[in-house]
């Protein structure tokens, strides 16, 4: 099992100390991959396994917010790890220069590390790969069918992708192996990171503050996860298009930072008790949908610029590109929530407040967005710069697509024609109303002030 999920990037002789595993995306001890077959290395050769992590300040537009969340998962991570006999080892740097001297120090036997689809990433992986003394393997733990094993090319839709990941699936989702108490010693005492001192010394925004509602770290996702199975799973297939009714999971931060394993989730759905339609609705997001945007960003370097588009999306907003804009924001208005539409005031001050937004908001939040900038790649750069700013999902692979989806048909196919969104799926403040009560959702984020008096609700008069 463990083999599909790797790839070798680079052979070479094996050096003589420790396996080292890289960890960048998959910041969990459990039910990691990349850890595991790192340990199986290490077991077979008997030598000594330490984790290594490097932070690097300034990572696409992260703050305070979520590096926070970060450095308090990596040290349950690394509270986990010490457990097992396994040393964590928090360096700070630049990732590719911090990795390259570790392993050199260390004269690693070999390098495993995490997959993923993002550029800098890529990049970083690339430079150590290049300058390594040792063998180096990236292991896919982000998905629950390897995003390589699922398909060798970029997939146009849910629907050609889908195929291809159910059948699969079944292999695929089963119980993973138990990381050990690694047996071989690490020569030397565990290191003292200073989770603390790491966040002060990377001085990331504290304009955007921590949240309190989602406590990061491995064993607050299971709780979250144990909850969402147990209370609104069963809610999921009717409510989880209603911003109002709290029926979706709220896993996605803890599946950004890899505090949980996608797996994990997968099987605790499949085998709760929830009505089958609830089931097969989140696994189609979770394991479907988020596969396919793994898909879009790893055969699309584009994919947060409108050449990621698909032919017809680019052909058609050119042809939009003059329209009339009735609205136009500035990124500070936009930021500040200052505009005329309350709803979409209300999605931007639950994001900038709380680090989330609920989904079909943020297809509204993007596509309005499109509607009240210059240009798509104005209205695509001001989306991801909020995106990532505040959200604690931000950075995400299906941040990137989820925005391209919105404003350039990613996924999607051609619909009605309109102005400024040409053949690209509109969405209105009208059709929001039909779906759910706004007011109440502009009231919990805004206050009862800001709901406009055409959504107030006719109180009656209690009766005599
Ligand atoms: C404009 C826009 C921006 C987005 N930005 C992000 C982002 O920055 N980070 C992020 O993780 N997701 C993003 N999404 C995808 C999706 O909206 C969120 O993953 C979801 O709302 C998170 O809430 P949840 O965990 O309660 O979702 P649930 O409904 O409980 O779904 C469970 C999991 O399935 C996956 N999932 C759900 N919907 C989608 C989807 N449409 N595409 C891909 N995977 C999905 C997520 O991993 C999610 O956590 C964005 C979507 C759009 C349209």
């Not at 008997?46 to 590096?67: C, D, E, H, N, T």
């Amino acid at each position: 099992m463990l083999e599909s999920h790797a790839r070798r990037l680079k052979d070479a002789p094996h050096g003589p100390g420790p396996v080292v595993y890289w960890m960048h995306r998959d910041q969990r001890a459990r039910d990691n991959f990349g850890l595991l077959y790192a340990q199986r290395l290490a077991l077979t050769a008997k030598r000594p396994l330490a984790v290594v992590f490097a932070l690097s300040p300034g990572f696409l537009g992260a703050g305070l917010r979520q590096y926070a969340f970060m450095l308090k998962g990596l040290a349950e991570a690394e509270a986990i790890l010490a457990s097992l006999r396994i040393p964590f080892f928090l360096l700070c740097g630049q990732p590719p220069a911090e990795v390259l001297a570790f392993i050199r120090q260390h004269r690693a036997m070999a390098l495993v590390t995490d997959f993923d689809p993002l550029r800098l990433k890529r990049a970083w992986v690339a430079a150590v790969t290049a300058d390594a003394p040792c063998p180096v393997a990236s292991v896919d733990s982000r998905n629950v069918v390897p995003c390589l094993v699922a398909s060798d090319r970029k997939e146009y839709m849910a629907r050609t992708i889908r195929p291809k990941i159910q059948r699969l699936l079944p292999g695929f989702l089963v119980e993973p192996p138990a990381l050990l108490d690694h047996p071989v010693p690490w020569p030397g005492g565990h290191p003292e990171n200073d989770f603390a001192a790491a966040l002060a010394r990377i001085q990331a925004d504290p304009t955007v503050a921590e949240v309190s509602w989602c406590r990061p770290g491995e064993s607050a996702a299971r709780e979250m996860l144990d909850t969402f199975a147990a209370e609104r799973l069963p809610r999921y297939a009717a409510g989880r298009n209603d911003p109002n009714a709290q029926a979706t999971s709220n896993l996605s931060p803890y599946l950004h930072f890899g505090q949980i394993s996608p797996l994990r989730v997968a099987l605790a759905v499949a085998g709760s008790a929830a009505p089958l339609d609830c089931r097969e609705a989140f696994l189609e997001e979770l394991i479907v949908r988020r596969e396919l945007a793994e898909n879009f960003c790893w055969f699309n370097p584009d994919y947060d610029t409108p050449d990621g588009f698909p032919d017809w999306a680019r052909r058609t907003l050119e042809k939009h590109a003059a329209d009339r804009r009735e609205y136009l924001y500035s990124l500070a208005e936009l930021d500040a929530g200052r505009t005329h539409d309350p709803l979409w005031n209300a999605a931007q001050a639950e994001m900038v407040v709380t680090g989330t937004m609920h989904g079909y908001l943020r297809m509204y939040w993007a596509k309005k967005i499109l509607e009240w900038s210059e240009s798509p790649e104005a209205a695509q750069s001001a989306a991801i710069a909020l995106n990532d700013r505040y959200q604690l999902d931000g950075r995400d692979v299906n941040g990137y697509t989820g925005i391209a989806w919105s404003m350039g048909g990613v996924h999607d196919r051609p619909w009605a024609e309109r102005p400024i969104f040409g053949l690209v799926r509109y969405m209105s403040f009208g059709g929001a109303k039909s779906k759910f009560d706004l007011a109440a959702y502009i009231a919990r984020q805004l206050g009862p002030g800001a709901v406009p008096p055409a959504l107030r609700r006719r109180t009656r008069a209690p009766e005599a």
